[in-house]
Every structure is written in structure tokens, then in C-alpha cells.
């Protein structure tokens, strides 16, 4: 496995939250969704800094969309995950899983 | 209303740090949440949190940004880097750091000091200095000044001269005339004084005036006898009156006058010359009086230039016109000049001349922070010289392994500048707190982005400044040796060049430091032991007045006095009490001219003296001793022979061959009797060259205008609170203001002399700690690594005094090079703090001397330890070392 397929975890909860958000992913609704599900603090920053940085590996594409309809309406960058981004993030995962297979982290032992 | 925007500082910050594709979309997406949160929260609650994501936004952006810039530029090497050379270095660097903890404190720590006074005294530049003043074209508004016969340059000018500069001078669109002084408005419990500005309908032309409210001064409205009118600040509208809409149109009581309020000013108006006046009234001529005269120069006046005019052209216009005019008028004009000043210069006046100095001495100490740092990184740099050779071995080119010692540095500088803006606020805070007086323009200092951009270059210098040493030294590496050596010897020459120049700069630019400081701080110590005059202790004086509407004549404004004095005496511990309208460091005096009668009119060179108004008793309250004849008596009144009593400079400069007691002068179309001589006093502060001084008795000229001075053995503020309860039964609608005692009036004037010498004797003796460390650092390192010579020099029989002796003898030879250039550096700073030295030489020997022997002394202390460690290596332990 090449090295550069390894995953963040940071870059991880993107990804998942990308294939979660399907059509609707930017950084607001990336964000949210990592704060949401995740239960950690994600930057707006750290989120498009991510994206960019998943799209320099071939696992994540963007759509500018056209502006908003309304007065001084912006246009959105929006983020789709790849098929190799996929995989990385299913191989990630994977191995997440295996790591953690048969291990016990209770509490008060 | 307008959206409420999120901070634009912060918009502004993250599109740069952003990389510059992505800068639309993520200033889009904090916008988007942020107009969300506020549909919940409040405003302010919304913008904290925008500040807070885009702090927390603002480092992996960076670092993207880093990355895509290096992207665009070169190709990757290879696929699998994720990081650029230069962001690997960072991440090195933070790891060396952390690994570091106390020596990157101490880099850290001394660029929050260098960086965060640097950016507090630049702010307050910025804001003082370099801003125009808050109002539209004010780079275009000058004040008209006028100089009078004794050579002093005044800020009023006759009123009938500045009609004539209406005519005359080309280069105003408009001339403003203007008058400022204190009224006592009645208000709710306790009277209060309010700052009133006086003006006349063309000053909203010259300062942009606007009214929110109600209307502005019209020519009806500066009629004789027409009705009273004014206008009042926003601020103080709101304050006083709870921003109440209907107050236009209704009445106010200003010193027992109703006053119709007209209109409101626009928020933060700017006032002139009182910055933040409470009221403005019309400003009324009343003809044939003393304000049309000629020869009186009281008005007030600023003017805005044509467009096209210069100030260079206003001033040779104005000053001709008054060269005509004391051509056409000899008697009342000659002597009298008029110039103009921009507006700034006025306002800012002597806080000019005191920030150039905090910057200059903030930044000598900024210099020997760098230098510290540079010190402490060059060591750090010996230590992996190995390191360095390593990666030159590996293929790291000269000009990478530099651009790792930059990048090392710049790190660390880094967090020294973003800690260091954000404290920078408190030293400002701190500045404001302890200048003398208020600072002008205090209000308007803050960060903005030319702060921003100077503290970022302080950071940058401080950083590149700081790495430039090892950074010279690591393009000379020599593999081989360095190498084989591992960092335990190598480029001892060198090292030893590098750590003289440290010594040198910081020797030098502390003994710059502390000669200045010993100058300032003389002058100060010089100033307190100069007497006043008077016998300062236990007495206490406040500010009274007794307005027209309750106290129609003169008469009856003495029996205020009267019956307000007999009611203080009343307070158990009050021995004198005593009025008069001018006490020595009390604001202005009035001068005057006088003829004596035994000479005859002299025409312009006619005694002249400060002229101040007493009651019976006034030299027993000061303690202002009555050197020849007697004090005013209570029976020297209307219906008595007019007399005066003068002091003792007045008496030496124009009866110094004769007694003046019973000399008859005309003064105030009267003939007066000089009945005493009493001691001269200091009047505005304790350097100037005492004034002469006419005293006049109340009794004879009644005025409305006192000063209340009280001696007694109470503690001022109970004797305040008593003054207060005892005045209101005679008169509850007078109010008692600028109260203070003497000794405190005297320490004011000695503010900006303590403060010019605590801030200097402070930054000096910061200079002084740093540099201690600085040097005992380089010597502590150069004796490490002569552990080996020294060794053998022991084993070979050497003492261990002549050990020690020869690592101080070292240091010390490398400190008087630096005491010499200090010596040079100190000579030229004492030429330039001689404008704010009184008595003291700005070329004092033996202060130099003194600075010198502190300094050999501190880096004798410095190097005895070190040497002491040396002296004490064991031979065989340094050789097997190796």
C-alpha cells in the first residue's frame, strides 16, 4: 500500500462526512455534519484545508455552483468524494477495525 | 439598518491567510454561519464567535496555502511529500522548541517584551502622530497664533485684527473665532461644571461640524442682549439628559442663566480647543469693550485653507497682513506677528517630541532582546553542529540548511509577534495610565492594520535579525571537522568573533540606555529639591465662582467670599483661609503693564507683571512670607487709598537702587501705593525663571473668579467633604471645583519630568537585566568549549585564580570596546534629550563615568561565574571529555 493513501483522522471524518452529505457537502454543511455526528470541534478552516488537501491526493473533486439567487448571493465550492477516495477511506477504516478487533478499552479495570 | 457585518479585521485576516482560490468560498461559508447565529444571538456574541473560528481557521489555512504556493511553483520531488521544505522546517522547529522548553521561554518571552512594547508604542504613534484628526479635511484646518513683544507665541489673537485677516488673507476660505471657559450648569443635586466652547457660526465650516438635532449657530443668535441659546455634545446630551429628543427647544441653567437648548451635536463632533466640550454657545462681541480693543489678544482662532492654498503661502500672507496692520496701528500692534500651525501640531503639541524618545528607547531594547536571542540560538546551533553537517552530508544545500535556521528563528519570533499584539493593548493601557495630563487623542489608539503591518515587521526583523549569526556561520561549515568534532570544538575563532560583537552591541546600546536614564532622572531629583516658595505642606485649594445673576456687584460678590470663608473657618483644624484668583500652579496668568510714577510713561518699555488678585490673609494661607512692609489689611478697601503689594522680582528688576515701599504707581487708569514686598514664588512649574507679580487686594477689585486656599491640619479629603457641606449652606448653586492641595498641584507640574525618567530608568534597567544575561550566556558558552585548553592549562600547573583572572580579563577587554562605542552612542542620545534636560549638562562626565563603572561591574558579575566553573575543571575529566 503506497504511503500517500494513508488517511488522517481528521481527514477520515471529512471523507465520511462527504459520502454522508451526497450533493449537499461544503464547509458549512461539512462542518456541522462532523460537529453533529462526531461530537468534535471542526473549523471552517481546518475543513477547506482538508478538502484541499484530500483533492491533492485524487480523493475528493469540487463543483463551484453558480451564485445564490439572492442580493450579493455567493457561489458555494462543493465537495464530492472519489472513487479512490472512497477506497482510501474504506482501506482506513478496514484497518481501523482490525486494530481494534478482540480489544477491550473498558473503563476502571 | 444595515446587516450587522461580522469583524472585518478578522474577514480580512483569513482572506489572507486562505490560499487565494479558496478565500471567496471560505469567507463565504463564515459569513453564511455567522448570519445564522445571528437570527440567535446578539451581535457582539455572533462576532465573538466569528473571531473564534477564524483564530482557529487561521493555521491549517496557512499551511495549506504554503502548500499550494509551493505546489504552483516546483513540482514535488516525490509523490509521497506532503509537506513543503519550508512547513517540514516549522514542524522541526516546533519540535525542537518543545523539546526546549526553557530556552524557547526564554526566546519567546523576550520577543512578547521587544515585539509587544514595540507594537504598544507604535499604536499610540500611529494614533497621536500619524492619523489626521477625526473630522472631514483636517489636513487642511490650521490654528492662527500670534507672537508678542517679549518673544512668547500665544494662541489669541485680537478680535479686530482677525476681522482684518478676513479681508486681507487670501488663502482662508473661512477664519473661525472661538473662546472657551467653564459654566456651572444646575441639574439634578449638585451643581457641575461643564467645558464650553464659545464659537461663532463659520467654526462648522472649519471643523465640520454637524448637527444630529435641533440647528446650528446663526449671526441672530450672537446679537447683544438677544436671548441665550447653545448647543450641546451628543455625549453629553446623552449622559446628562438620557438622549431626551424634546430637550431641543426647552430650557437649561447655565451659571444661574437659562440657557435654549437649539440642537444636538453628531456623535463624537469634534471640539475645538477643548477635545470633548460638553456645550456650545454663541460667541457674543460686545462693542466698545475690551474685546474689540486692539491691544487685547484673547480670541481664539482656526481657519481652513482654500483649496489650492498651502500652509507655507498662509503663513507669508498672515504674517504681512500683520505687518501691515502694526504699520496702521503702532500703539496697539507692534510687536505683534501671526503665523499659522497645522491643526495636528496644535493638538499634539509636546506628546511629539516624548513618543519619539519611548520609540527610540523601546527599540534600543528591542535590539538587545535580538540580541539575546541571536546569542541563544547561536549556542543551540553549536550544540548540533553535528546536525547541521549531518544534513550538508546528506545533500542539504548551504542554502537549505540557512533556510532551516531562518525558519527556526521566524518560528519562534512568530509566536513572540502574535503574543506580543496581543498584549501590546495592555502596555498602551499602561502608557495612557501613567503619562502626565491627559494624552491627547488617547481615545483613538488601537490596533489597525498599519499597526498590524509594523508588528509584523518588528517580528520579522527580530527573527531574521536574531538567526543572522548562526546563519553566517553554518554557510562556513566545514563538514570534516564538524563532523569528527560532533559539536564538541570547531570554528572556535569564530565563535569568538560572534560572541565579542554580541558583547560589543549589548554593552554598548546599555550604556546608551542608562546614560540617558541618569540624565533624565537627575533632572527630575535636581527639580525636587528646588522650593516653590511657599510653604506648600497642609494647605489646600479648590475653584469657586460667583456667577452675575446672584451676585450683581462687587459688593455683594465680596460678602460671598466673606460669608463662605467665615463658614470654612468653622471646620475644627482649618488655621487660614484665604482667596485669590491666581495661586501659583494654577492654571494661565494674566500679564500686564504698569508706569511708575517716579519715571513717567516709558512707552514699550513699561515694567510688566503677572497681576493677581488677593484677599486680606492670602500670604498667611500660602505661607508666602512678607519680606518688607505689610500684607493687604481688611481696612484697605473702596473708600481707602488703592494699594498693591509686589514681590520680591518684581521689587530687584525695577526698584533696585531704591525702597519700593511707598512708591506710587498708575496702573488701571489709578494711582496705587506699594505697601509690601512679599517672596517670589515658582508660578507654572519650578524651572523657569520666577515672574515679577503686581498683587492687587479683592477688596478693592472684586472678582468673581477665586481660588479658596485652605491651611489646616485636616486630611484633604475629610477637609474637602466638610468644605463641600459648609459652602452649600451659603450658597447650594456654587459648585467647588479642581480641588487639590498645593504639594500635589506641584507634583503635577513635575509630571512629564518623572515620567520621561521612570520610563527611561525603566527601560534601562531592562536593558541591563537582558544584557547581564546576554553576556553571562557568551561567556558561560565560550568557557564550555574552551573546557579542553583550560584543562590543559591546569594540568600544566596554571592557578586557578589566573584561571578565573583571565576569563573575566577577557570579558572585560571585549566590554570596554563596547564601552567606547557606548560612549559615542550615550554622547549623541544626551544631545538629543538635551531639549528635556534642566540644569543638568547633556554631556555630564561624570554620569558617563558612572554608566561606564556600572557596566565593567555588570559584566565582571556576569563573567565570575562562568570562570568560577572554569577554575574548577578537573584536567583529567576535560581530556577524557574528549
Not at chain 1, 23 to 28: C, E, K, R, S, T
Not at chain 2, 821 to 829: H, R, S, Y
Amino acid at each position: 500500500m503506497p504511503k500517500g493513501n494513508f488517511l488522517g483522522e481528521f481527514e477520515v471524518l471529512v471523507l465520511a462526512a462527504l459520502q454522508r452529505l451526497e450533493d449537499d457537502a461544503y464547509g458549512v454543511t461539512i462542518k456541522r455534519e462532523i460537529e453533529r455526528r462526531a461530537g468534535r470541534p471542526a473549523s471552517i478552516g481546518a475543513v477547506h484545508a482538508a478538502v484541499d488537501r484530500l483533492a491533492d491526493k485524487g480523493f475528493v473533486i469540487f463543483r463551484i455552483s453558480d451564485p445564490l439567487p439572492v442580493p450579493g448571493g455567493r457561489a458555494r465550492k462543493y465537495s464530492k468524494i472519489t472513487p479512490a477516495g472512497l477506497r482510501a477511506l474504506r482501506q482506513s477504516t478496514a484497518a481501523l477495525a482490525r486494530m481494534m478487533d478482540g480489544l477491550e478499552l473498558g473503563i476502571g479495570r | 439598518m444595515s446587516e450587522p457585518r461580522p469583524p472585518q479585521l478578522a474577514e480580512w485576516l483569513v482572506r489572507r491567510a486562505a490560499p487565494a482560490a479558496d478565500a471567496d468560498f471560505v469567507v463565504g461559508d463564515l459569513r453564511e454561519e455567522f448570519d445564522e447565529r445571528l437570527a440567535s444571538l446578539d451581535v457582539a456574541a455572533a462576532r465573538r464567535w466569528y473571531w473564534g473560528e477564524v483564530l482557529r481557521s487561521l493555521l491549517p489555512l496557512a499551511g495549506q496555502r504554503l502548500v499550494s504556493a509551493q505546489r504552483t511553483t516546483t513540482p514535488p520531488r516525490d509523490a509521497d511529500s506532503m509537506w513543503t521544505p519550508l512547513l517540514g522546517d516549522a514542524r522541526h522547529a516546533l519540535r525542537l522548541a518543545a523539546r526546549n522548553p526553557f530556552a524557547s521561554f526564554a526566546v519567546v518571552a523576550t520577543m512578547v517584551l521587544g515585539i509587544g512594547s514595540t507594537t504598544a508604542v507604535f499604536s499610540a504613534m500611529n494614533a497621536v502622530l500619524l492619523k489626521p484628526l477625526p473630522f472631514a479635511e483636517s489636513m487642511r484646518v490650521v490654528q492662527l497664533r500670534a507672537g508678542v513683544p517679549d518673544g512668547r507665541i500665544i494662541d489669541n489673537l485680537a478680535y479686530p485684527d482677525l476681522m482684518d485677516f478676513r479681508r486681507t488673507v487670501p488663502d482662508f476660505s473661512d477664519i473661525t473665532l472661538y473662546s472657551s471657559g467653564d459654566q456651572t450648569l444646575q441639574h439634578g443635586d449638585d451643581p457641575r461644571l461643564v467645558h464650553t466652547v464659545q464659537v461663532d457660526e463659520t467654526y462648522a465650516r472649519v471643523f465640520a461640524t454637524r448637527v444630529a438635532l435641533g440647528r446650528w449657530i446663526t449671526p441672530n443668535d450672537r446679537v447683544v442682549n438677544g436671548p441665550k441659546v447653545a448647543l450641546l455634545s451628543h455625549d453629553f446630551w446623552t449622559r446628562e439628559f438620557g438622549a431626551d429628543r424634546t430637550l431641543v427647544g426647552r430650557v437649561i441653567t447655565l451659571d444661574n442663566e437659562t440657557v435654549q437648548v437649539i440642537g444636538v451635536l453628531a456623535p463624537k463632533a469634534y471640539t475645538y480647543p477643548v477635545p470633548a466640550a460638553e456645550v456650545l454657545t454663541p460667541l457674543v462681541i460686545t462693542p466698545n469693550s475690551p474685546m474689540t480693543n486692539r491691544g487685547s489678544l484673547w480670541a481664539g482662532a482656526s481657519a481652513r485653507l482654500k483649496s489650492g492654498a498651502t500652509i507655507e503661502q498662509a503663513k507669508r500672507d498672515i504674517g504681512s497682513a500683520a505687518r501691515a496692520l502694526a504699520s496702521a496701528y503702532p500703539a496697539s500692534n507692534t510687536g505683534i506677528s501671526a503665523g499659522v500651525i497645522p491643526i495636528r501640531d496644535a493638538v499634539v503639541g509636546s506628546v511629539q517630541s516624548m513618543l519619539e524618545l519611548l520609540a527610540a528607547a523601546v527599540g534600543a531594547v528591542l535590539l538587545i532582546a535580538c540580541v539575546n536571542i541571536a546569542n541563544l540560538i547561536l549556542g543551540r546551533a553549536q550544540t548540533r553542529a553535528r546536525e547541521f553537517a549531518v544534513r550538508s552530508a546528506l545533500g542539504g544545500s548551504p542554502g537549505r540548511v540557512r533556510g532551516q535556521v531562518f525558519t527556526e528563528s521566524l518560528v519562534l519570533a512568530m509566536i513572540g509577534g502574535v503574543v506580543g499584539v496581543a498584549v501590546a493593548p495592555v502596555f498602551t493601557r499602561a502608557l495612557i495610565a501613567v503619562y502626565p495630563d491627559a494624552m491627547p487623542r488617547a481615545g483613538e489608539i488601537g490596533v489597525d492594520s498599519r499597526v498590524l503591518l509594523v508588528a509584523a515587521f518588528a517580528t520579522l526583523l527580530a527573527g531574521v535579525l536574531s538567526a543572522l549569526p548562526t546563519a553566517r556561520q553554518t554557510a562556513r561549515l566545514d563538514l570534516a571537522r564538524d563532523l569528527r568534532a560532533g559539536g564538541r570544538s570547531g570554528g572556535a575563532r569564530r565563535d569568538r568573533q560572534m560572541g565579542r560583537a554580541l558583547i560589543v552591541t549589548q554593552v554598548a546600546a546599555s550604556l546608551a540606555l542608562l546614560f540617558g536614564a541618569g540624565l533624565l532622572l537627575q533632572t527630575f531629583w535636581r527639580l525636587t529639591q528646588v522650593t516653590p516658595g511657599f510653604d506648600a505642606r497642609n494647605t489646600t485649594a479648590f475653584h469657586v465662582f460667583a456667577p452675575a445673576a446672584r451676585y450683581a456687584n462687587g459688593s455683594k460678590v465680596n460678602r460671598y467670599y466673606d460669608d463662605a470663608g467665615d463658614a470654612l473657618r468653622t471646620i475644627p483644624g482649618v488655621t487660614e483661609v484665604a482667596t485669590g484668583n491666581m495661586l501659583p500652579f494654577v492654571g494661565d496668568q494674566f500679564h500686564d503693564t504698569y508706569i511708575q510714577h517716579e519715571r513717567g510713561d516709558q512707552g514699550t518699555s513699561n515694567p510688566r507683571a503677572a497681576i493677581a488678585y488677593i484677599a486680606p490673609g492670602y500670604e498667611r494661607a500660602l505661607g508666602l512670607p512678607v519680606t518688607r512692609g505689610r500684607g493687604f489689611a481688611i481696612t484697605d478697601d473702596s473708600a481707602s487709598e488703592p494699594v498693591v503689594v509686589i514681590n520680591e522680582a518684581l521689587a530687584k528688576r525695577y526698584y533696585a537702587e531704591t525702597d519700593p515701599i511707598g512708591r506710587v504707581i498708575d496702573w488701571n487708569l489709578k494711582s496705587w501705593r506699594i505697601v509690601g514686598v512679599v517672596a517670589t514664588t515658582h508660578l507654572d512649574n519650578l524651572w523657569d525663571e520666577p515672574a515679577p507679580v503686581l498683587y492687587a487686594s479683592t477688596r478693592q477689585t472684586p472678582r468673581r473668579s477665586r481660588y479658596f486656599i485652605v491651611r489646616s491640619t485636616v486630611p484633604p479629603e475629610r477637609l474637602l467633604s466638610a468644605a463641600r457641606v459648609v459652602l452649600r449652606r451659603v450658597d447650594a448653586t456654587i459648585a467647588l471645583t479642581d480641588p487639590a492641595t498645593m504639594e500635589e498641584r506641584i507634583n503635577a507640574s513635575l509630571g512629564a519630568q518623572r515620567f520621561r525618567a521612570a520610563l527611561m530608568a525603566t527601560l534601562g534597567a531592562l536593558a541591563l537585566v537582558l544584557s547581564v544575561l546576554g553576556i553571562y550566556g557568551v561567556v558561560a558558552y565560550a568557557v564550555s568549549r574552551r573546557t579542553r585548553e583550560i584543562g590543559i592549562r591546569m594540568a600544566l600547573g596554571e592557578a586557578a585564580h589566573h584561571v578565573r583572572r583571565s576569563v573575566v580579563g577577557d570579558a572585560l577587554r571585549v566590554a570596554c570596546v563596547g564601552i567606547v562605542a557606548g560612549v559615542v552612542l550615550a554622547l549623541a542620545a544626551g544631545k538629543w534629550l538635551a531639549g528635556f534636560l534642566i540644569g543638568v549638562s547633556p554631556y555630564d562626565a561624570r554620569l558617563l563615568a558612572a554608566a561606564a563603572a556600572l557596566l565593567i561591574g555588570v559584566v565582571t558579575v556576569a563573567a565570575y561565574g562562568p570562570a568560577r566553573r572554569a577554575s574548577r575543571v578537573d584536567p583529567v575529566d576535560a581530556l577524557r571529555g574528549e
